[in-house]
């Protein structure tokens, strides 16, 4: 017994002083999160975690008393979740997400979404020519749900009156309409993402649909003299939604894609990673979605002078354009968390900058 008290007094000594260190680095981490460390702080934590670790495993080894043993195992456990587990708040993760997660899960799809915005571009150019050539493609171009009794037979009065909320179709029938057509998207969106699995081809096909319909509705729009008046009245809100869309087909194609080409990976591997880069895609468009039916209630349905609907939805496309290419960019915090030592080491760096 004297002797594994003098071994254990002498490893207490050798050692206490980076325990020491790890505890009081611990107790400001879990009071106020990483930020609290000095660069230098956060650099030096997984190395003492690694030695605590390293301390535990001779403890028991050499069988040492009770009590040092149980410091040391609730020492390691504490670090443990500094080093590898996420200490922000809800909050705080949301924010992060839409500063710098979300815009740069869109410039590593880049390509994707690029080939989703053709698809869409694509279809409403051949609805246009198509019911340009033939107005009466309307009828198989627009779902009549859509439509809404905006089709070739409708006056120029009418067509009109659907653009402003005037006595022929109320406000109440707009405002219905235009709550369709959002849930229309979104649903559209939402089946892009969830198709991806079958190699990506029914998402072409909705995309391209989803164009084709738009492409219609502004042709026969034009065909009155009012194509300007249409599109200043589809684009504030448009913008927005159409672009989540494509947001959500580039995610379904992205699955498609690693459906089609797994590379090393199995095919149920390769889904699985392009799944959860996907789903950062999803979740982004479902807020945009959101942000485009604000635009759409609150603005749209009160403001009808058609230069004002045009800065709108100029401004949106600046806006969105400028998030994509730019947010996140310079941000110190890491867009991974698959290494969570590493993490830190970048955030050190960043509070270093």
Not at 200 to 220: I, S, T
Not at 269 to 276: D, E, M, N, P
């Amino acid at each position: 017994m004297p002797e594994v008290t003098l071994k254990s007094a002498r490893f207490r000594a050798e050692r206490e002083a980076s325990w020491r260190e790890l505890e009081r680095l611990v107790g400001a981490f879990e009071a106020r999160g990483p930020r609290s460390l000095s660069a230098a702080e956060l650099n030096r934590l997984p190395a003492l975690y690694r030695g605590v670790v390293s301390s535990l495993s001779v403890a028991r080894a050499i069988s040492l008393d009770k009590n040092l043993l149980a410091y040391l195992t609730a020492l390691a456990g504490r670090a443990y979740l500094c080093v590898y587990g996420s200490k922000r708040r809800a909050g705080e993760a949301i924010a992060d997400f839409f500063r710098r997660g979300f815009p740069r899960a869109v410039r590593r799809h880049a390509a994707p979404v690029a080939v989703a915005m053709g698809l869409m571009l694509l279809g409403m150019a051949t609805g246009y020519r198509l019911t340009v050539a033939d107005p009466e493609r309307y009828y198989d171009l627009v779902d009549s749900r859509l439509a809404a009794g905006r089709d070739p037979a409708a006056s120029t009065a009418e067509l009109r009156a659907a653009l402003y909320g005037g006595q022929d179709f109320g406000n109440d029938l707009l405002g219905a309409f235009s709550a369709f057509l959002a849930t229309h998207n979104a649903q559209i969106g939402i089946l892009c993402f969830a198709l991806g699995a079958a190699a990506g081809a029914p998402v072409v096909y909705l995309l391209f649909e989803n164009g084709l319909m738009l492409g219609a509705m502004g042709a026969l729009y034009g065909s009155r003299g009012l194509g300007a008046e249409f599109w200043a009245w589809a684009l504030p809100h448009g913008v927005t939604e159409l672009t989540a869309v494509a947001l959500c087909g580039a995610a379904g194609l992205s699955l498609g894609g690693a459906l089609l080409f797994p590379g090393r990976h199995t095919r149920l591997q390769a889904l699985a990673s392009r799944g959860r880069e996907a789903a950062l895609l999803v979740a982004g468009a479902v807020a945009m979605l959101f942000v485009a039916a604000v635009i759409e209630g609150v603005f749209r349905q009160r403001v009808h002078d058609p230069a004002w609907r045009w800065l709108v939805a100029a401004a949106s496309l600046g806006l969105w354009i400028w998030y994509f290419l730019f947010a996140g960019r310079a941000a110190a915090w890491p867009e991974s968390a698959a290494a969570p030592a590493a993490a830190l080491g970048s955030w050190a760096a960043g509070a270093g900058g």
